[in-house]
C-alpha cells in the first residue's frame, strides 16, 4: 500500500476542511408593493402583501 513520504502541513489539512464550510446567503427579493427587502416566495413582514394580495393585516 501507498504510504507518503512527508506528512502534509496544517495549513493543508485546513485549507482542504474549511473549502466547505462556507456560508450561504440567503436569497432576498424586494416587494412589489412597499419596496423593502423580504425572503421570495413568503410574506412581506413589513406591508403583509403576497402576490398583490394582502395576507397579513399589519399597523
Known amino acids: 500500500m501507498a504510504v ?6 496544517r495549513g493543508a489539512t485546513h ?16 416587494c412589489p408593493q412597499c419596496g423593502s427587502i423580504k425572503l421570495p416566495h413568503h410574506v ?8 398583490d394580495r394582502e395576507v397579513v ?3
Request: net charge positive; charged share 25%; glycine share 6%.
Open 4 to 9: 507518503p513520504k512527508q506528512r502534509k502541513g
Open 15 to 30: 485549507t482542504r476542511r474549511s473549502a466547505n464550510s462556507k456560508l450561504a446567503v440567503s436569497p432576498r427579493s424586494v
Open 44 to 51: 412581506c413582514p413589513n406591508c403583509g402583501y403576497y402576490r
Open 57 to 59: 393585516v399589519t399597523e
